[in-house]
């Protein structure tokens, strides 16, 4: 036994360590292969794929032009060639570097500490442009001014913090039929492969086109078109791409291959460290403005930026925004809770959480709050809406299955407020390959999926399409959703107006789906709650461990209960009422 697996024990055999049921811990629901420094290795894998985040958060949200006043003029409608105007920009892009820094830190390690769970959490990609670019638009020139934006998402926080204590959140997830949960799954990981093949946060091999949605791509900025991104000329000549593809794709898969420990990490850190040095093709510092901005902000190695202009900048005054606010707050609800549902099922599926009867996941109810609370903590820091990320599949692959994985992420963001020079240095390329690589894990998913029944199947595959074509978790889970609505609610209509005669090929090939989930409809706390007991806050394993999940609570079978008095003649209209109404905890049954 090597110091490292004595260590592990160790840590395992303390409270720490049961808390978080490392496997050695003893405690009875343990996760088999936990391993602290295996945690910690898996943590900081899970940061090195988020950390562009930092950079890049700050760069789209500050285009939005924060709380900089802009005064258009007949030639500069946007302000763009307003010199003092542009250094507040400049100053608001540094504000947004502490601030995603900041609640990517408080938000990743308490969804770790409360939930238990090695998923992280950072200001939403796609949501950050949504934000910055329709509803705030750039420079101030959409709808809605950048202060009434973000107490919209504050206001969306409180709202999902209220959907998530009674269960809706939870129940959601759960009632998402099987097809469309596994195809979410296996449409979040073409859509983390193609966020790798692009240029803002990958290799850059694939870009936008204007003959065809999708082009092959890179070749070096200069060949590129300054409005598209279209390569010109070129192609497949960028030296960044192919360091990315060799040094952080193949040499990272390798060392996959061979199972050594901290591939991941290796393969950024190895592109990076080529990456930094000025004089080379593949520098991510090159003698430009913007390479020299970038170096400038490299050598300080260790600063702290002290937010300035976008913190608590919200507005309470609505009388003019009209219904420009209430369409930016439904849009975001719509959007964040499929977008948040949809990647932390699909991440606790990844990791082994399931609960393939009740559908949920353990610590589920802590994870949706823990959101919902980073979403308005967000808001105040001066950034858009929070969310659970799917990167956490990288911390996940390399074996993290505990919350310590999140905590650690959480602590790297953190330190990263005080060495943002060195983390937002981190080269889109570094990390493409690695997204790429995570995403083909997850592909996996769709092997589970009913192909053998149309009704299952086309609206599990216009998920998997829909997400990485349109760049959206949420649109995915929309169109499939709909989809499976549209075939399976038409195919039982034709089925009763015929009388039984006209039924779909195959329709004993269904998966089954019933809206009366196994576990009820409210959280267990809310069931324990109900019933009066004065530790309802209490984990299920304070209650003997049975309720099945922290999203619903446990059905006890009649075997289970046999011979009891007062429960056996009762026992039908209790599993009714779990499957499709208030959820009943096993430590109320036994006591009739």
């Given at each position: 036994m090597t110091w490292i697996d004595r260590a592990n024990r160790r840590v395992a055999d303390?409270?720490?360590?049961?808390?978080?049921?490392?496997?050695?811990?003893?405690?009875?629901?343990?996760?088999?292969?936990?391993?602290?420094?295996?945690?910690?290795?898996?943590g900081l894998a899970t940061f090195f794929a988020m950390a562009y985040i930092i950079a890049?958060?700050?760069?789209?949200?500050?285009?939005?032009?924060?709380?900089?006043?802009?005064?258009?003029t007949q030639e500069d409608r946007v302000c763009d060639k307003n010199e003092e105007y542009m250094l507040c920009v400049g100053i608001v892009q540094r504000d947004l570097v502490t601030a995603t820094a900041a609640i990517a830190a408080l938000t990743s390690f308490f969804m770790g500490l409360g939930a238990n769970i090695p998923i992280a959490c950072a200001p939403g990609m796609g949501l950050n442009a949504y934000f910055a670019y329709q509803v705030v638009g750039y420079h101030g020139s959409g709808p809605v001014p950048y202060r009434l934006a973000v107490t919209a998402v504050f206001v969306e926080g409180f709202i999902f913090v209220g959907l998530s204590i009674l269960g809706l959140r939870q129940w959601l997830a759960r009632a998402i039929p099987a097809s469309i949960k596994l195809a979410t799954g296996a449409g979040i990981g073409l859509y983390l492969a193609l966020i790798g093949l692009t240029y803002s946060a990958g290799i850059g091999a694939v870009t936008g086109a204007v003959s065809t949605p999708l082009d092959l791509a890179g070749c070096k900025p200069e060949f590129r078109d300054g409005i598209t991104g279209v390569c010109e000329g070129h192609k497949l000549r960028n030296p960044t791409l192919w360091i990315g593809i060799f040094c952080g794709?193949?040499?990272?898969?390798f060392l996959m291959m061979y199972r050594v420990k901290g591939a991941i990490i290796a393969g950024i850190a190895l592109v990076s460290i080529i990456s930094w040095p000025r004089p080379t093709e593949v520098t991510y510092f090159p003698y430009n403005p913007e390479g020299n901005q970038r170096f400038d902000f490299f050598k300080n190695v260790v600063a702290f930026h002290k937010i300035q202009k976008v913190l608590v900048a919200q507005e309470w005054d609505l009388s003019g925004a009209g219904g420009q606010f209430g369409l930016a707050l439904v849009t975001f609800l719509y959007v964040d809770i499929l977008d948040c549902t949809g990647t932390l099922y699909s991440m606790a599926r990844f990791a082994g959480f399931i609960d393939e009867r009740t559908q949920d996941f353990e610590g589920s109810a802590m994870a949706y709050i823990v959101d919902a609370m980073g979403i308005s903590l967000g808001s105040l820091f001066g950034?858009?809406?929070?969310?659970?990320?799917i990167e956490s599949g990288a911390g996940i692959s390399e074996g993290g299955i505990t919350g310590i994985t999140a905590m650690v992420t959480g602590v790297c963001f953190f330190i990263s407020v005080f060495f943002a020079p060195i983390f937002a240095s981190i080269p889109p390329w570094a990390t493409g390959s690695t997204l790429i690589i995570v995403g083909s894990m997850m592909m996996k998913a769709a092997a589970d999926i009913n192909w053998s029944y149309p009704g299952d199947g086309i609206p599990a595959f216009v998920t998997i399409m829909v997400m990485p074509f349109t760049y959206s978790i949420a649109y995915g889970l929309i169109a499939g959703i709909i989809t499976y609505i549209i075939l399976n609610t038409g195919a039982w209509f034709i089925e009763v107006a015929s009388g039984g005669r006209i039924v779909p090929y195959g329709k004993e090939l269904k998966d089954h789906w019933t809206w009366r989930i196994p576990g009820g409809f409210f959280p267990p706390w809310v069931v324990r709650l109900m019933h009066g007991d004065k530790k309802f806050w209490k984990r299920e394993e304070y209650h003997d461990g049975?309720?099945?999940?922290?999203?619903?609570?446990?059905?006890?079978?009649?075997?289970?209960?046999?011979?009891?008095?007062?429960?056996?003649?009762?026992?039908?209209?209790?599993?009714?009422?779990?499957?499709g109404g208030v959820g009943m905890d096993e430590e109320f049954i036994k006591e009739g």
């Open positions: 303390s409270s720490f360590g049961r808390y978080f049921r490392l496997e050695y811990s003893g405690h009875r629901k343990e996760r088999k292969g936990s391993r602290f420094f295996t945690e910690i290795r898996a890049v958060n700050a760069n789209i949200t500050s285009q939005s032009g924060g709380t900089c006043v802009c005064t258009p794709g193949i040499v990272t898969a950034s858009p809406p929070v969310t659970a990320y049975r309720s099945g999940g922290s999203g619903g609570a446990s059905i006890p079978s009649q075997e289970e209960y046999r011979g009891e008095p007062g429960v056996a003649a009762s026992i039908d209209s209790v599993v009714g009422m779990g499957s």
